[in-house]
């Protein structure tokens, strides 16, 4: 049955990207603003739906330290797995559009997260000024949205996208949005849930589960909706998925979380992991500022790294 059910979590994953990602192309061409916008804000922050309820459920329970691991251990694989995965399947075009903005925000958003972090730990105060920082970059974007929407550039590049319908209905656009929405944590869930109870049918530790399938298990409605804008030849969605949800996740999860209660820093998480999702987010520079397609190789590459983190920490 657990084998049933994996399938069924990875069905609908695939499914629920595929609508996300349809959604999001159409609701940008119907508010005429770029598709960009919308992945930075609607997508992302729908695809890391799995985190916020990781992470409040985590300091509820008095387990801190995992809500600030799955964070962490979330935006590595955004980047590595989330981009890299797709890459190897197809090209994405990141030379097309212009992240630099957006990108400079989720650098600036990490380097402030990263800072709280090394002091030992995170407190209300930290999560409130993370929280208000999320919501200037919201209102930024809202700015910039209507500025694309004025100047009526956004439609005419947004017609020609794969999946891209000039008269889909509003109300067809919704139902689009709401099952990727929904369907992506429910599929994360059932794949996650039921790959733990095989992983321990073979004698595979909690440990090496929690540090794997959790934090990638996270990452998945990130992942089904990137292949999926990979495949439909729409990487400015993908990249505005990963960023986005990057920025939510230190902004608004661990912003939220804070505020529920303090977050002890580990001294291995201010020695190693906080350094390896800087140095990650720094990969992106060629892609985001050098307008450098990531190509097939590349996505060898940065899959690869994810490995070798993952081997790292269990070794």
């Known amino acids: 049955m657990p084998w049933i059910l994996c399938g069924v979590g990875l069905a609908l994953l695939v499914f629920a990207g595929d609508a996300l990602v349809k959604g999001a192309v159409n609701l940008a061409l119907r508010l005429g603003i770029p598709a960009l916008i ?26 801190p330290g995992l809500a600030l691991g799955n964070v ?6 955004n980047i590595l797995l989330v981009l ?34 090394l002091t030992g730990e995170l407190v209300f105060w930290h999560g409130l000024v993370m929280l208000l920082a999320l919501i200037a970059t919201l209102v930024d974007q809202y700015i910039a949205g209507r500025k694309a929407r ?30 990727g929405l929904i369907g992506l944590p429910l599929g994360a869930n059932l794949l996650v ?16 589960i929690g540090l794997t399938l959790v934090a990638v298990g996270t990452s998945l409605p990130e992942l089904a909706t990137t292949v999926m804008a990979a495949l439909r030849k729409q990487a400015d ?12 996740n230190l902004l608004g999860i661990m912003g939220i979380g804070a505020m529920v ?44 790294l994810y490995l070798v983190y993952v081997s790292l920490i269990l070794f």
């Open 38 to 63: 919308v992945s930075l804000t609607v997508v992302a922050f729908g695809t890391s739906a799995p985190e916020l309820l990781v992470v409040i459920d985590a300091v509820i329970h008095g387990k």
């Open 72 to 77: 962490v251990g979330s935006n590595t694989a």
């Open 84 to 117: 890299g995965v797709p890459a190897m399947l197809a090209t994405m075009h990141s030379s097309h559009f212009d992240t630099r903005r957006s990108y400079y925000m989720m650098l600036g958003a990490t380097v402030v997260f990263i800072v709280f972090c």
């Open 150 to 179: 004025a100047a009526s550039e956004a439609a005419a590049d947004e017609e020609d996208l794969e999946g891209a319908d000039p008269g889909m209905k509003g109300w067809k656009i919704a139902v689009f949005l709401v099952a």
């Open 193 to 208: 849930d039921n790959a733990s109870i095989i992983a321990r049918s073979f004698g595979i530790s909690e440990t090496v």
């Open 237 to 248: 969605v993908a990249m505005g998925n990963v960023i986005g949800s990057n920025m939510f």
């Open 261 to 304: 209660g303090n977050i002890p820093v580990e001294e291995s998480m201010r020695s190693f992991d906080l350094w390896v999702m800087l140095g990650a987010s720094l990969l992106l520079v060629p892609f985001a500022l050098m307008k450098v397609d990531i190509t097939r190789l590349w996505g060898v590459v940065l899959t690869a």
